[in-house]
C-alpha cells in the first residue's frame, strides 16, 4: 500500500567486569568488540575485514552499479522496476537481507522514501551496513509522521507540487530508492555514473548533484 506524503504496508515477524555500560551505540559495540577480541572469541584482522567488506565491497558501491546500469539500459531498467531480485542478481549481487527486494522509482514529481518503522531492515548487499541514524528510534517514527520535515533536515527541500511517497522494509521486502539521473551526465559512462551515486539517495533522504561543471 502507498500513500502521498504516504507509505507502504509494514508487517513484521520480526565493559569490562565491573565497568559501567556506555550509554551511546557505538562505545557499547567497541567495548564489546574489544572483550571478545580480549577472550578469544573474535579475531579483530578478521572483523575489521569484514566491516570493511560491507562498507566498501558489499556496500553501497554495489547499489551504485545497480543505479548506473539502470540510468544508461532502458531495458535494463525494466526489469529492476518490474522484478528487482531478479535484476539485481544479474550483476552478481544477492544473499542474506536482499532477497527479496523492490526499486522505486524517483521522478521530477514523485520523490520515495525508505524506512523501517520497527526495526532497522536494510538491503545489506546492495547498501551494506545501515548508517547509525537509519536504525534510530526519531527517524524510524517521523520518517512516516512528517517526512518532509525530515527530508529538510538532511538538507532536501521538495516543492509542494512533489509527492513524497514512504516505503516501509520489512523481514520480507526490503527497498531501493532508483534516483532521478542528474543533468550534465549524458556523455558519462556507466562506471562514471556509479561514482556519483550516494547511499543516501538509495535511500531517499539526498538527491543526486550534477557534476561539478557537467560532465566532459
Not at 95 to 101: I, L, R, S, T, Y
Not at 180 to 206: Q, Y
Amino acid at each position: 500500500m502507498a500513500v502521498s506524503d504516504s507509505m507502504h504496508a509494514h508487517d513484521h515477524d520480526h565493559d569490562h567486569d565491573h565497568q559501567v555500560v556506555p550509554s551511546d551505540p557505538a562505545l557499547r559495540t567497541k567495548a564489546l568488540e574489544s572483550l571478545l577480541v580480549e577472550k578469544g572469541l573474535v579475531d579483530r584482522a578478521a572483523l575489521d575485514a569484514l566491516v570493511d567488506a560491507y562498507e566498501n565491497k558489499i556496500g553501497p558501491r554495489n547499489g551504485a552499479r545497480v543505479v548506473a546500469r539502470a540510468w544508461v539500459d532502458s531495458a535494463y531498467k525494466e526489469r529492476l522496476l518490474n522484478n528487482a531480485s531478479a535484476a539485481i542478481a544479474e550483476l552478481g549481487y544477492g544473499g542474506a537481507q536482499g532477497e527479496h527486494m523492490v526499486v522505486v522509482e524517483n521522478s521530477p514529481r514523485v520523490h520515495n522514501l525508505v524506512v523501517c518503522t520497527l526495526c532497522s531492515c536494510y538491503p545489506w548487499p546492495i547498501l551494506g551496513l545501515p548508517p547509525v541514524w537509519y536504525k534510530s528510534a526519531p527517524y524510524r517514527s517521523r520518517s512516516v509522521i512528517d517526512p518532509r520535515g525530515v527530508l529538510r533536515e538532511f538538507g532536501l527541500e521538495l516543492p509542494e507540487d512533489v509527492e513524497v511517497r514512504v516505503s516501509d522494509s520489512t523481514a520480507e521486502v526490503r527497498y531501493l530508492v532508483l534516483p532521478e539521473r542528474p543533468a550534465g551526465t549524458e556523455k558519462m559512462s556507466e562506471e562514471e555514473l556509479a561514482t556519483l551515486v550516494t547511499r543516501d539517495a538509495m535511500i531517499g533522504v539526498a538527491k543526486i548533484a550534477p557534476p561539478p561543471g557537467g560532465a566532459a
